[in-house]
């Protein structure tokens, strides 16, 4: 399984790269952008997503130039099949209807504790086996 981490502000991707046990998860690649949008010095979110298999997309919802909302919409328009957890502090009612009518598989509120994103990542697995094995 292969995971996307997106989220504007470096800290935050950067502690869920470290601090989640990947492998434990059985994470094979985990990736990370900052932004949505294709940039010059890092390669960004929508390229990784075009370059590679992603299973589980991990993002923020508010973020510079595009948000995650508007990522999942873009991953569905493409036809992949991405399972998203969204991570953020915005305990909006709007973003989390909206993820819940895009079909999210999760909605998490930040400061968000390891063990919790981890679960979700196990959770998010187990429906990507099921729905292949329905296939």
Request: proline content about 3%; hydrophobic content about 40%.
């Amino acid at each position: 399984m292969t995971v996307l981490v997106i989220d504007d502000q470096i800290h935050v991707v950067e502690g869920i790269l470290s601090e989640v046990p990947w492998e434990n998860l059985g994470v094979d690649k985990v990736w990370k952008a900052y932004n949505v949008l294709p940039s010059t010095s890092v390669q960004e979110a929508k390229t990784l997503i075009c370059e590679n298999q992603i299973d589980i997309l991990m993002t923020d919802i508010e973020m510079p130039g595009e948000n995650g909302l508007s990522l999942l919409k873009w991953t569905q328009d493409q036809g992949m099949e991405t399972e998203c957890i969204f991570l953020t502090a915005h305990a909006d009612f709007v973003y989390a209807r909206t993820a819940m009518q895009l079909g999210s598989f999760d909605y998490i509120l930040q400061p968000a504790r390891y063990e919790d994103i981890g679960n979700a990542i196990l959770r998010a697995k187990q429906r990507i086996r099921d729905k292949r094995e329905q296939q």
